[in-house]
């Protein structure tokens, strides 16, 4: 049997001395309180870190072997696994060390910074986290397999801060997934919904897709800082690639043309599908505040005249 198959096995066996030797352990706690206060936590995680700084290679070797075994971080090549399993080794070790833990939600952080890019997803930053813990839990097993009482107190002590450090970088790398999430979000919403200058004096913002709650507040914000950043005296929104509409949606549009209203602007809406057209005359909204018109070139044709345009059309050429 090799010495990795036996590993487990020598796991199953101290964890079941572990339990048989539980009352002798409080036995023993209660006879000499002294040697319990002789090796508080804090000087067994002392005596932890001296263990881990002294055999940080091997076992940060071990460690890189078992995320590539498990085939976690494939978006990263093997030098760029390493250099990360180097810097989290010895953060890990500096916390157990500190027992401080704003330093490693730092890096955590900063780590997230790096690699959400790539597409490392969450599972396995939490996954390699628990085989640095599994690998730091097997050298333990192996350096105090004769000394069962030792090994305990020093589990006790280390779990828990174990423990801690996982929560921690988890916690913070699920924070910096979702504030990119948002700002993707952010980002293409502002794409999707363009407040475009065609003429001076003259907006039009074309909405194409679904508009949820969210996003009608966010194109009500972005037309009303158009209308006054470029002195916009009519605004067409064009709504043909909007396929239905509800009411809290329709609401907030008939509010967006009272707003523009109010900034100075004419709000001319075109592209209505029949469904929206019917949603509108359903909520009860005042068409006479709404000036719509049937496409896109017909609103702007509109637009051009409130503003002063003449509308020229161009005359079919005579045939030779």
Request: proline share 3%.
């Amino acid at each position: 049997m090799s010495e990795r198959q036996a590993v487990p096995c020598e796991e199953n066996m101290i964890v079941a001395k572990r339990n048989e030797t539980s009352r002798e352990t409080m036995t023993l706690n209660n006879q000499a309180p002294e040697l319990a206060r002789s090796e508080a936590p804090s000087e067994l995680l002392r005596e932890l870190v001296a263990h881990l700084r002294q055999n940080r290679t091997q076992l940060r070797e071990e460690w890189v072997v078992r995320i590539s075994e498990t085939r976690l971080l494939t978006a990263m090549t093997k030098e760029e696994i390493f250099a990360e399993a180097t810097s989290i080794y010895d953060s890990y070790v500096e916390a157990l060390e500190t027992e401080a833990f704003e330093a490693l939600q730092a890096y955590a952080r900063n780590l997230s910074e790096r690699i959400i890019p790539r597409g490392v997803e969450t599972h396995e930053v939490v996954g390699i986290v628990l085989l640095l813990r599994d690998v730091l839990a097997r050298s333990l097993f192996a350096k105090y397999q004769t000394d069962f009482k030792k090994l305990n107190r020093i589990l006790d002590a280390y779990e828990p801060a174990a423990n801690r450090i996982a929560n921690t970088v988890a916690v913070g790398f699920v924070q910096e997934r979702e504030r990119v999430i948002r700002q993707q979000q952010e980002a293409i919403r502002e794409l999707s919904t363009p407040v475009l200058q065609v003429r001076e004096r003259l907006l039009i913002l074309p909405i194409i897709g679904v508009i949820d709650p969210q996003r009608a507040r966010q194109l009500t914000e972005q037309l009303l800082r158009g209308i006054r950043t470029n002195r916009a005296k009519v605004v067409v929104i064009d709504i043909t690639g909007v396929a239905a509409m509800d009411v809290t949606v329709a609401n907030h549009l008939v509010q967006t043309v009272e707003a523009s209203r109010l900034l100075g602007a004419t709000v001319i809406v075109t592209g209505l599908s029949p469904e929206i057209a019917q949603t509108l005359v359903t909520i009860g909204v005042d068409l006479g505040k709404m000036n719509t018109v049937g496409d896109l070139q017909g609103g702007i044709e509109q637009a051009e005249r409130v503003l002063g345009y003449k509308v020229a059309t161009l005359a079919e050429p005579e045939p030779r």
